[in-house]
């Protein structure tokens, strides 16, 4: 079974802070995606990420896709509290999307 | 253009019984994908509709079905309900396929089981 481990679990921090979030696995994926969902509602794509080593930036959350295409990860750049979310990795793979454990992001004004 | 939408937003059934959720993928969309969403598990795919055919599976029992209809909504149904399929149902819609196209989420049906 393909899984996707992200850390930390949860993250509590201050409005202009920075943070990093992690996505690993030990399987390779032929690209991989990071959503965020907010309450009440359901998972966002941010970006799509398909080669390895691969860098994006949106606004303020850079991410990056490692060499080996199996881990990424989100970095945040002076959080707002608008970031707040939980941050949901996905892999494709085997013509399946598998998603991440999850990453519970609170940012505090 | 509309967003996907899925009925109903909330639904309290009791242990035995059987609940079907409904999702209207967005305009053009012909794929259809449902997940699971607890906090335990987290995000977990149940399966895969394309053009009125199941296209793929996630690891879930039987009694997890579902069915594509000719204008692309789809519907989920849930036999001989259990406590542990108390969890919120996301539908997703795409052009293609859901493991190469971007996924639009619905808001999701939130399952407690009483």
């Known amino acids: 079974t393909q899984l996707l481990e992200q850390s930390p679990q949860f993250l509590s921090i201050q409005e202009g802070e920075n943070l990093t979030v992690y996505c690993n696995s030990s399987s390779v994926f032929s690209s991989l995606q990071w959503y965020r969902q907010e309450p009440g509602e359901g998972p966002v794509l941010l970006v799509t990420v398909v080669t390895g080593g691969e860098v994006k930036k949106l606004k303020r959350l850079t991410f990056q896709f490692g060499d080996a295409r199996k881990d990424s990860s989100l970095h945040i750049t002076a959080a707002q509290p608008g970031d707040t979310g939980l941050y949901l990795c996905a892999g494709s793979s085997s013509d399946k999307l598998i998603f991440g454990t999850g990453t519970r992001l609170q940012v505090f004004p | 253009k509309a967003g996907v939408t899925q009925t109903p937003r909330y639904l309290i059934k009791t242990r035995g019984q059987q609940v079907t959720l409904s999702c209207s993928p967005i305009?053009?969309?012909?794929?259809v994908s449902w997940y699971q969403q607890t906090p335990g598990q987290g995000l977990q795919f149940l399966f895969e509709?394309?053009?009125?055919?199941?296209?793929n599976k996630g690891n879930f029992p039987g009694r997890f079905s579902g069915r594509q209809f000719s204008n692309s909504r789809s519907e989920m149904n849930v036999s001989t309900l259990e406590l542990g399929d108390s969890a919120l149902y996301l539908c997703?819609?795409?052009?293609?396929?859901?493991?190469?196209?971007?996924?639009?989420f619905g808001p999701g049906t939130r399952l407690t089981v009483l």
């Open positions: 305009s053009g969309h012909r794929s």
């Open positions: 997703a819609s795409s052009t293609r396929w859901a493991s190469t196209d971007t996924q639009y």
């Open positions: 509709y394309f053009s009125e055919t199941q296209r």
